[in-house]
């Protein structure tokens, strides 16, 4: 009998298998927990700064996870269940940012970019999954190659289209401005505390992505169409022989891994910006993501962004030449010592 | 992918056995490339065929792995490229502050073994897994490289990298001049086909294919599996590495964008497109790639494009070889002789 793989909560069992590095791993988020919401004694600020720069790292760190989570998790999904590598990934979710731009220009309406670049990206997803990958079902090196000429075309027509400047996206009012978050970040002289305030719209990003992980991993396990994908990821044959259009399912993940890649761009859009060459940082933040977190596991890219994400800010704060380095050790530590990556089989 | 493999025959008519097996179009491109100083220009000789060498070892390197490796490595870029930036740390560059200065006999073998140890690093990392993963963990490395040379400011000199890394006056010869550096380029690059066709024949690079074929039938016949795929990683570092030296030598400079994503694609490209079954393949993309780069403004505008749109004819041309011919042009070639050759006999109608 073999667990699923894309939902299951393997907590548990970890936790009986090994417990030494249950222990150890939830010290270190002990650790952390405490250096968010305690106040700092003096000697840990002489030795690694204020907190508030800290805090700052940490949550954008988190926000950027949540980033890293929305693009990642769709290339997870569409890797665990057909055993394709989409590297035409990083090109959805740019042209996704393109389009939620243009139509934001165009109308004003943010949250109605998010059902058009859905619906749009989703489209073009399908023609890709027609197109490409039935056509050389089991060739996946052949399709890995298809899906890096498709980029090169792709970030090329967009370069045509768009140029090279940046844009930015324009967040609704309603997540304009700062908010206060209940975290002390420094106390004041007088004894007063100085609450963190953080911008709202990277907050509202946080909860949808918390949010949406969530929806998925309820998807995936409690619906009869979760039931049916999980089971196309364990064996596509039997699910074909008992009568399950297997293709359509196929379909249907594609469209909705692409989707979600295009839906990230406006994300990427709003709080960071929108211009060439973000295709490829995308990309490999997925690959990484993946890597770290174990292929197809919607879990994995979770834990994986969040940790790539942290490693991306602190290391930019606290090492600043050498934090794409940091990334790159956790990934070649995962590779060494659990090559399926955190969450994978 | 398959690899043909044809064993030398021998023959008895006074010429040595391995001089012999060379077919005679052979001696004809041999000649060609000889006297191509003659009538080429310096234009031709240093951008077009210097560079297409270049180019060609580094997907040769990919070929290498890939084609009797089973591995397709998109780190080889990154590999040269270290092996140029080690040469402008330990040689000369326009930077004082961080090049060393030291002779060229000492530097160049020293940026070749840092670009060996680097390529093995990698390799250990990547045998851990195959096929699909091992391009998305390469490609991964491939782009923490790029990205680190870009924010490394104490070895790499970040954005702007190096500039006047320029080769040793060595026989009293400027090798950047158009005739010596073709010389040099088609010295290397022979040498290090020469290199490849050796080595796919001796035990290692048969064992090696063994692998690539059948991984577990290997390893229970006693083969290290790993320890080959790993000494297979360091032998193409050997030829990615000198033909980092050539590229740096022949652009003068270095930065984080000549192992950037799209060149490191390039390099994939080139190899796709020559065809991953022959040592040769990796060369005639090369010269497909470099004389569509440099006449590509001509061509687009030709068909009524701007004409900067030379990644678009690339990738179209890229994706038109994947979709119709995996093996490459070289796949094209080979498909055309064997139609040729089982055409049926126009009196008999037999098909040979």
């Given at each position: 009998m073999r667990a699923t793989q894309l939902g299951e909560l393997p907590f548990s069992r970890f936790a009986e298998r090994h417990p030494v590095w249950t222990v150890l791993t939830a010290l270190a988020v002990l650790a952390v927990v405490w250096l968010i919401f305690a106040p700092w004694p003096d000697g840990l600020e002489d030795a690694i700064g204020r907190k508030k720069i800290f805090l700052n790292a940490v949550f954008n760190g988190i926000t950027l996870g949540a980033l890293y989570f929305l693009v990642a998790s769709?290339?997870?999904?569409?890797?665990?269940?057909?055993?394709?590598?989409?590297?035409?990934?990083?090109?959805?979710?740019?042209?996704?940012?393109?389009?939620?731009?243009?139509?934001?220009?165009?109308?004003?309406?943010?949250?109605?970019?998010?059902?058009?670049?859905?619906?749009?990206?989703?489209?073009?997803?399908?023609?890709?999954?027609?197109?490409?990958?039935?056509?050389?079902?089991?060739?996946?090196?052949?399709?890995?190659?298809?899906?890096?000429?498709?980029?090169?075309?792709?970030?090329?027509?967009?370069?045509?289209?768009?140029?090279?400047?940046?844009?930015?996206?324009?967040?609704?009012?309603?997540l304009t401005g700062p908010t206060t978050l209940p975290?002390?970040?420094?106390?004041?002289?007088?004894?007063?505390?100085?609450?963190?305030?953080?911008?709202?719209?990277?907050?509202?990003?946080?909860?949808?992505?918390?949010?949406?992980?969530?929806?998925?991993?309820?998807?995936?396990?409690?619906?009869?169409?979760?039931?049916?994908?999980?089971?196309?990821?364990?064996?596509?044959?039997?699910?074909?022989?008992?009568?399950?259009?297997?293709?359509?399912?196929?379909?249907?993940?594609?469209?909705?891994?692409?989707?979600?890649?295009?839906?990230?761009?406006?994300?990427?859009?709003?709080?960071?910006?929108?211009?060439?060459?973000?295709?490829?940082?995308?990309?490999?933040?997925?690959?990484?993501?993946?890597?770290?977190g174990g292929m197809g596991s919607i879990l994995g890219a979770a834990l994986g962004a969040v940790l790539i994400g942290l490693a991306e800010q602190l290391?930019?704060?606290?090492?600043?030449?050498?934090?794409?380095v940091l990334t790159f050790l956790i990934m070649a530590a995962v590779l060494a010592f659990r090559p399926q990556g955190l969450m994978g089989r | 992918m398959a690899v043909a493999e044809h064993p030398d025959q021998t023959r008895s008519d006074g010429a040595p056995a391995w001089l012999a097996a060379v077919p005679r179009w052979w001696w004809v491109v041999g000649v060609a490339m000889l006297v191509m100083p003659i009538v080429a220009s310096d234009f031709v000789l240093f951008q077009i065929f210097g560079w297409s060498f270049i180019l060609g070892m580094?997907?040769?390197?990919?070929?290498?792995?890939?084609?009797?490796?089973?591995?397709?490595?998109?780190?080889?870029?990154?590999?040269?490229?270290?092996?140029?930036?080690?040469?402008?740390?330990?040689?000369?560059?326009?930077?004082?502050?961080?090049?060393?200065?030291?002779?060229?006999?000492?530097?160049?073998?020293?940026?070749?073994?840092?670009?060996?140890?680097?390529?093995?690093?990698?390799?250990?990392?990547?045998?851990?897994?195959?096929?699909?993963?091992?391009?998305?963990?390469?490609?991964?490395?491939a782009a923490a490289f790029f990205y680190f040379t870009r924010q490394n400011y104490g070895i790499f000199n970040g954005y702007s990298g190096f500039a006047n890394v320029v080769p040793p006056d060595l026989f009293g010869l400027n090798w950047r001049r158009a005739m010596p550096f073709y010389y040099l380029s088609l010295g290397c690059a022979v040498l290090s086909y020469l290199a490849v066709v050796y080595v796919s024949r001796s035990p290692f690079g048969l064992a090696l294919q063994g692998i690539r074929d059948n991984?577990?039938?290997?390893?229970?016949?006693?083969?290290?599996?790993?320890?080959?795929?790993?000494?297979?990683?360091?032998?193409?570092?050997?030829?990615?590495?000198?033909?980092?030296?050539?590229?740096?030598?022949?652009?003068?400079?270095?930065?984080p964008g000549t192992a950037g994503l799209p060149a490191v694609i390039d390099i994939l490209v080139i190899a796709i497109v020559g065809g991953l079954g022959r040592p040769i393949g990796p060369f005639i993309g090369a010269l497909i790639y470099v004389v569509l780069q440099v006449f590509s403004p001509d061509i687009l505008t030709a068909l009524g494009l701007a004409g900067d749109r030379f990644k678009l004819l690339i990738g179209l041309g890229f994706l038109a070889v994947v979709y119709w011919s995996p093996d490459g042009v070289l796949g094209l070639w080979d498909q055309w002789r064997t139609r040729r050759d089982r055409a049926a006999d126009p009196l008999t109608g037999d098909t040979p």
């Amino acid at each position: 009998m073999r667990a699923t793989q894309l939902g299951e909560l393997p907590f548990s069992r970890f936790a009986e298998r090994h417990p030494v590095w249950t222990v150890l791993t939830a010290l270190a988020v002990l650790a952390v927990v405490w250096l968010i919401f305690a106040p700092w004694p003096d000697g840990l600020e002489d030795a690694i700064g204020r907190k508030k720069i800290f805090l700052n790292a940490v949550f954008n760190g988190i926000t950027l996870g949540a980033l890293y989570f929305l693009v990642a998790s769709g290339f997870t999904l569409i890797f665990g269940l057909m055993k394709n590598v989409n590297l035409a990934h990083g090109s959805l979710y740019l042209l996704g940012g393109y389009i939620g731009y243009e139509f934001v220009d165009a109308t004003g309406s943010w949250l109605g970019a998010f059902v058009v670049v859905f619906v749009l990206i989703g489209l073009l997803g399908i023609v890709l999954q027609y197109l490409v990958f039935r056509r050389m079902e089991g060739q996946d090196l052949r399709q890995t190659l298809v899906t890096i000429g498709i980029s090169v075309v792709l970030a090329d027509i967009m370069l045509w289209i768009w140029g090279g400047q940046s844009y930015q996206i324009l967040s609704p009012e309603w997540l304009t401005g700062p908010t206060t978050l209940p975290i002390i970040s420094s106390i004041r002289r007088s004894g007063e505390a100085v609450y963190l305030t953080f911008p709202a719209v990277r907050i509202a990003i946080l909860v949808a992505s918390i949010a949406l992980g969530v929806l998925m991993w309820l998807a995936l396990n409690r619906t009869r169409i979760g039931m049916l994908v999980r089971a196309g990821v364990d064996d596509r044959e039997m699910l074909a022989a008992s009568g399950i259009r297997v293709q359509l399912v196929f379909v249907g993940v594609f469209a909705f891994g692409a989707g979600l890649a295009g839906m990230a761009g406006i994300v990427g859009g709003t709080f960071q910006s929108v211009v060439a060459g973000e295709d490829m940082r995308f990309l490999l933040a997925s690959l990484v993501v993946v890597i770290v977190g174990g292929m197809g596991s919607i879990l994995g890219a979770a834990l994986g962004a969040v940790l790539i994400g942290l490693a991306e800010q602190l290391g930019s704060v606290y090492a600043p030449t050498y934090s794409v380095v940091l990334t790159f050790l956790i990934m070649a530590a995962v590779l060494a010592f659990r090559p399926q990556g955190l969450m994978g089989r | 992918m398959a690899v043909a493999e044809h064993p030398d025959q021998t023959r008895s008519d006074g010429a040595p056995a391995w001089l012999a097996a060379v077919p005679r179009w052979w001696w004809v491109v041999g000649v060609a490339m000889l006297v191509m100083p003659i009538v080429a220009s310096d234009f031709v000789l240093f951008q077009i065929f210097g560079w297409s060498f270049i180019l060609g070892m580094i997907a040769l390197s990919l070929m290498f792995l890939a084609g009797y490796g089973g591995m397709v490595s998109l780190a080889q870029m990154s590999t040269a490229a270290l092996a140029g930036y080690m040469v402008a740390v330990f040689g000369t560059s326009g930077v004082d502050a961080i090049s060393m200065h030291w002779p060229w006999w000492l530097y160049v073998p020293t940026a070749i073994l840092i670009a060996v140890l680097f390529a093995t690093m990698i390799g250990a990392l990547a045998v851990r897994t195959s096929g699909i993963y091992t391009i998305m963990i390469t490609l991964a490395i491939a782009a923490a490289f790029f990205y680190f040379t870009r924010q490394n400011y104490g070895i790499f000199n970040g954005y702007s990298g190096f500039a006047n890394v320029v080769p040793p006056d060595l026989f009293g010869l400027n090798w950047r001049r158009a005739m010596p550096f073709y010389y040099l380029s088609l010295g290397c690059a022979v040498l290090s086909y020469l290199a490849v066709v050796y080595v796919s024949r001796s035990p290692f690079g048969l064992a090696l294919q063994g692998i690539r074929d059948n991984p577990r039938r290997m390893a229970a016949l006693g083969y290290n599996v790993t320890a080959h795929r790993v000494a297979a990683y360091a032998f193409a570092a050997v030829i990615a590495a000198v033909a980092g030296i050539l590229l740096v030598w022949q652009n003068a400079q270095i930065s984080p964008g000549t192992a950037g994503l799209p060149a490191v694609i390039d390099i994939l490209v080139i190899a796709i497109v020559g065809g991953l079954g022959r040592p040769i393949g990796p060369f005639i993309g090369a010269l497909i790639y470099v004389v569509l780069q440099v006449f590509s403004p001509d061509i687009l505008t030709a068909l009524g494009l701007a004409g900067d749109r030379f990644k678009l004819l690339i990738g179209l041309g890229f994706l038109a070889v994947v979709y119709w011919s995996p093996d490459g042009v070289l796949g094209l070639w080979d498909q055309w002789r064997t139609r040729r050759d089982r055409a049926a006999d126009p009196l008999t109608g037999d098909t040979p």
